[in-house]
């Protein structure tokens, strides 16, 4: 009886169980696309991107040689024919002094050939010398207007040489890089500094096989850069590489900024996003009773497969957690188009669509990146 008493009391004293904590998921209210029967933003294709020179050319001398004086740093701004580094050309020097010597030395035998020829010449046309002497004078002459040209040859070469031990820029442009040290010595044609041209501002971007179809060249794009926030620069696309790279299998596209300024800097990282994509990518055939019908972009991280059927998570008025049956038309490697099964304002869950369940009490975060609005850049 003691022990029925005790087990009792215990049973009596426990509470009610303790309630599930609530779940917090990265959630965020979804509008429709801009044209799709709805106001918000139209489906975009965002990348990042870099700055970078339209051109751009490591800087070398022509001959090998010591280095002995740079004259420019990483940063700097040059001009064109700027000497921006020497070799010692103690060696060119002598060898531009021999190959003069040589040439003087040519052009002195070819004058006394040239006056020797004269004379036989006058000689032979008074029969004084014979016919034999008048040719080997001819043939002493030309030897030496071969050798003549043969020495003003060399001597070209020569002070070209030497020419060469002084490194010029050859364009206007900035020093992006510094590849060898005063006192080293260089082989002909290695890299001594890189020269970034003046000009034409680039930003560039690796797109996927899947997006080449929303980007086209002469499209407009948007692009800023977190170190410059709250502006916004046009570019348009200037280039589309026709073959993948090997490695990443990405197609790199080339965007000119229209009007830069001084404040866009080489190398300054930042966010390229493209207009809608063309109306055939939905499919040729969509009817026109469909042309009006809201489109909703999320991540392709907010869709959950239920069997074969593509759903989403809705965060219902109650905090509760409704798997929403939906229609997909369009994938891609980062996004997605909703065209049935959703309302506009609805609360959708972006991420960890596998870890949550049917009734699961929840309260909506929204994910960290700068634009709350913008689903389909949660996703990147």
């Not at 003003?152 to 002084?166: G, P, R, S």
Request: net charge negative.
């Amino acid at each position: 009886m003691a022990g029925c008493g005790l087990l009792m009391l215990s049973a009596c004293s426990r509470g009610p169980a303790a309630a599930a904590p609530v779940a917090i998921v990265v959630a965020v209210p979804v509008h429709p696309d801009a044209g799709s029967g709805g106001g918000g933003v139209g489906l975009a294709v965002r990348y990042p991107v870099e700055v970078a020179a339209r051109y751009s050319n490591p800087m070398s001398f022509r001959v090998p040689g010591k280095l002995i004086e740079r004259k420019v740093r990483i940063g700097d701004v040059v001009k064109k024919g700027e000497v921006v580094a020497r070799l010692d050309s103690t060696d060119a020097e002598r060898q531009a002094a021999s190959a003069k010597a040589a040439l003087d030395a040519a052009e002195h035998r070819l004058l006394f050939a040239r006056q020797q020829l004269d004379r036989d010449t006058a000689q032979s046309a008074q029969n004084l010398i014979s016919a034999n002497q008048l040719e080997q004078t001819q043939d002493a002459f030309t030897a030496a207007q071969s050798g003549r040209e043969e020495a003003a040859a060399q001597w070209v070469v020569a002070h070209n040489n030497l020419e060469y031990n002084t490194l010029v820029a050859d364009h206007d442009g900035v020093i992006t890089s510094e590849n060898a040290d005063t006192g080293q010595v260089v082989s002909a044609g290695q890299a001594v500094y890189g020269l970034a041209w003046s000009g034409d501002t680039d930003v560039t971007l690796d797109a996927s096989a899947s997006d080449l179809g929303r980007i086209a060249v002469g499209q407009s794009a948007t692009v800023t850069f977190p170190a410059l926030p709250g502006k916004r620069f046009d570019a348009r696309v200037r280039e589309i590489a026709p073959a993948a790279d090997p490695q990443s299998r990405t197609y790199r596209v080339k965007l000119t900024l229209l009007h830069p300024g001084s404040a866009v800097l080489l190398g300054m990282t930042g966010d390229a996003v493209f207009g809608p994509p063309p109306a055939a990518s939905e499919g040729a055939g969509a009817s026109a009773a469909t042309a009006g019908t809201p489109r909703f972009t999320l991540p392709a991280t907010a869709i959950f497969h239920k069997g074969g059927s593509p759903a989403v998570w809705v965060v219902a008025n109650n905090s509760t957690l409704e798997l929403r049956p939906v229609s997909v038309s369009v994938y891609t490697d980062h996004s997605t188009v909703v065209t049935q099964g959703l309302e506009d304002g609805e609360t959708v869950v972006l991420a960890g669509v596998h870890t949550v369940y049917a009734g699961e009490h929840v309260q909506a975060a929204r994910p960290l990146f700068d634009d709350a609005g913008d689903v389909e850049g949660a996703a990147r």
